[in-house]
C-alpha cells in the first residue's frame, strides 16, 4: 500500500511539474505575439501619421544685387578762359547763362598800346622788304657781297617774326568762344583791368552732363562699358532717367580703393531741366540674375556630402539632391535638382524623414 501511495504522489509532481512549463510556454508565446502586435500597430501608426508643415514654390525670381549710389551732376566738359595779355575790358558780351556758338566773340580789351606796336612792326616789316629787295638786285648784279646780302635777309626775318609776335599779342586782346556751350561762370566786368592768366569766362558742354561714381574695387568687376542704369534726381522727384555707364577709370583711389564710373544722362537732360549741381541717385545692378531659381534658404539643407530638400509629392516627402548658387537675403538661387512649380518643405528638412505624409498647412514666399 505505501508503494502505490507513493507512486500516486510521484506521479501527480510530474504531472503538475509538467502543467506548469506548459503554462509558461503559453504565457511566453503569448506576450511575444503581443509585443509584435504592439511595434506593428506602432510602426503603422507613424506611417499613417500626417504632419502639418509650411511648405515654398520653386520660382523664378530675380536675385540681382543692387548697389544704391548718389553723385552730383556734372557736365563731362568744361573749359575756362584765361587772360594771355593785359589790358582793360573793352566790350563784355555774355553773361552766366548765355549760350554761345563757337568762335562768337565773348569780350575785348583795349589795345591800343599793342595796336600801335603793331603798326610800327607793320612798317619796319616794310622796310626790311624793301632793302632787301635792293640788296637781292645787287647781289645778282654781283655789286655786292654775299655776307651783305645774307645779313639783309636776316633782317628780314626779324622784321617778320617781330611783326607776327605783335599780330599775335593784339589777338589776344578778343576772346572767342572755342566751341558750343553755355556760359557758367564769368570773374569780370566791364572796364575792369586784368592781367595774363587772369580768370575770365568759364563754358560748359551741356549737351553732355555726367555723374561721377565711386564704385568698390569689389564690384566694379561686375559693370561694363554701355550698360543702362536708373538715375532719380532729388531735385525731381517722381522722375527717373535712363542712362548708361560711358567710362570706367582704369585705376582706383589709393585711399579709399574706389574706382570712377562715368554715367552718362541722357542728351535731352538738359531740356528736360536738370542742371549741373543737381544730386542723383544711381540703381546699379551688380552680379544680374534676373531669371533664377530660388527657394527660401531655410529650406536646403547643407551637408557635407551635399545639399539637399524635401519636395513635395502627392503629399509626401521626397528627398532631391540639388546644386545652390548665390544668395540674395533670404532667398537662395537652385541651379540644379529641382524645377519651376515644385513644392518643397519650407524649413526644418533636416529633422524629417523621406516618404512622411504631410499636409500643407502654410505658404512661404
Request: contains cysteine; hydrophobic residues 45%; proline residues 2%.
Amino acid at each position: 500500500m505505501h508503494d502505490l501511495k507513493g507512486k500516486d504522489v510521484k506521479l501527480h509532481r510530474a504531472t503538475g511539474w509538467a502543467q506548469g512549463r506548459l503554462l509558461l510556454l503559453l504565457l511566453l508565446l503569448t506576450g511575444c505575439e503581443s509585443a509584435e502586435q504592439a511595434g506593428s500597430s506602432a510602426s503603422t501608426t507613424s506611417e499613417n501619421r500626417v504632419i502639418a508643415v509650411a511648405a515654398a514654390e520653386v520660382q523664378h525670381r530675380d536675385l540681382s544685387r543692387r548697389l544704391l549710389l548718389s553723385a552730383t551732376v556734372r557736365p563731362r566738359e568744361t573749359v575756362r578762359l584765361s587772360a594771355q595779355t593785359r589790358g582793360i575790358v573793352q566790350q563784355l558780351l555774355v553773361e552766366e547763362g548765355d549760350r554761345v556758338r563757337a568762335g562768337q566773340l565773348l569780350l575785348s580789351l583795349n589795345q591800343a598800346e599793342q595796336r600801335a606796336e603793331l603798326a610800327r612792326a607793320e612798317a619796319l616789316l616794310e622796310q626790311a622788304r624793301l632793302a632787301y629787295r635792293r640788296q637781292a638786285e645787287l647781289y645778282q648784279r654781283e655789286l655786292t657781297s654775299s655776307s651783305e646780302y645774307q645779313a639783309q635777309a636776316a633782317a628780314l626775318r626779324v622784321a617778320e617774326s617781330e611783326y607776327q609776335l605783335w599780330q599775335t599779342r593784339v589777338a589776344f586782346g578778343t576772346v572767342l568762344a572755342p566751341r558750343d556751350a553755355v556760359v557758367s561762370r564769368r570773374w569780370v566786368e566791364l572796364g575792369e583791368s586784368i592781367r595774363e592768366q587772369d580768370p575770365l569766362l568759364e563754358l560748359t558742354d551741356v549737351s553732355q552732363l555726367v555723374l561721377h561714381l565711386g564704385v568698390s574695387e569689389l564690384d566694379v568687376a561686375y559693370l561694363t562699358l554701355g550698360q543702362q542704369v536708373e538715375v532719380q534726381l532729388d531735385a525731381m522727384p517722381g522722375r527717373t532717367l535712363t542712362a548708361q555707364i560711358r567710362r570706367i577709370f582704369p585705376t582706383a583711389e589709393l585711399s579709399s580703393r574706389f574706382i570712377t564710373v562715368e554715367v552718362a544722362l541722357p542728351k535731352e537732360a538738359w531740356q528736360q531741366g536738370v542742371r549741373p549741381g543737381f544730386l542723383g541717385r544711381v540703381n546699379l545692378t551688380i552680379d544680374s540674375r534676373q531669371d533664377a531659381l530660388a527657394v527660401p534658404a531655410t529650406a536646403v539643407v547643407q551637408q557635407e556630402e551635399g545639399a539637399f530638400m524635401m519636395v513635395i509629392v502627392n503629399e509626401r516627402l521626397e528627398k532631391r539632391a540639388v546644386q545652390t548658387g548665390v544668395q540674395r537675403g533670404q532667398w537662395l538661387e537652385i541651379t540644379e535638382g529641382v524645377e519651376a512649380g515644385e513644392v518643397v518643405l519650407a524649413a526644418l528638412a533636416s529633422e524629417m524623414n523621406e516618404g512622411q505624409r504631410v499636409r500643407i498647412v502654410g505658404w512661404r514666399g
